[in-house]
């Protein structure tokens, strides 16, 4: 999950019934678990409590005993571990050679974003990308690395739905220690002839001016 996405932080207030409060949170900066992870001085798990409602909740609301108070500390306690283990993951490297999963709502979000910004086009049928390819270009975003994807690697949303294999191998993880993991081999391009190449499978010309 991405700690900077905003989508999914304001899902997880949905789910605690603390959206109410999301407005309060934003007036504060506070739009995302990597926000406000950073909300408070407290340590969950090794500092004083008290200092959560000192920072946190009577800046929002004026009253140290609020009755959302303990759905705010978890909502706090949650964004602080996920940064945690996003900081660890940056540093250790990842655990598999797979990108990262991209969060439904964060996905959604951007299919919306991408749409409004192609004006003339239907990210539909043909020109829907599989989930895989989606997860591997926000990797190549989040981690701002530059790397080859191969053509065989763009595949369809379609095809991807006509199911994944899932494989077992052995491999070491980031520690060296070799585990038997289960992996997904993703649906690759169908490549077998120029046409499936092409780069207008369908009508996507732009309206003229």
């Not at 920072?55 to 609301?61: A, G």
């Not at 192609?118 to 530059?146: A, I, M, R």
């Amino acid at each position: 999950m991405s700690v900077d996405s905003i989508p999914c932080f304001e899902l997880r207030a949905r789910e605690l019934n603390v959206d109410q409060h999301l407005p309060l949170l934003r007036a504060k900066g506070w739009t995302s678990f990597g926000t406000f992870a950073f909300a408070s001085e407290y340590i969950p798990g090794v500092g004083d409590p008290a200092i959560f409602t000192t920072d946190v909740i009577i800046p929002l609301f004026g009253d140290g005993d609020h009755v959302d108070k303990v759905s705010l500390r978890r909502l706090y306690f949650e964004s602080f571990s996920l940064v945690a283990r996003d900081m660890q993951r940056r540093v250790e490297g990842m655990d598999s050679d797979k990108p990262r999963a991209v969060p439904n709502p964060e996905r959604n979000s951007r299919r919306e974003r991408a749409q409004a910004r192609l004006k003339g086009l239907k990210l539909e049928g043909e020109l829907e990308p599989s989930h895989f390819l989606q997860d591997l270009c926000f990797e190549l975003w989040d981690t701002n690395t530059v790397r080859y994807v191969p053509w065989e690697s763009c595949s369809k949303r379609d095809a991807e739905m006509d199911g994944i294999k899932t494989l077992r191998a052995w491999k070491p993880d980031v520690n060296g220690i070799v585990r038997e993991t289960e992996t997904k081999e993703p649906h690759q391009a169908d490549l077998k002839s120029d046409l499936l190449l092409s780069d207008d499978p369908v009508d996507v010309r732009l309206p003229g001016p």
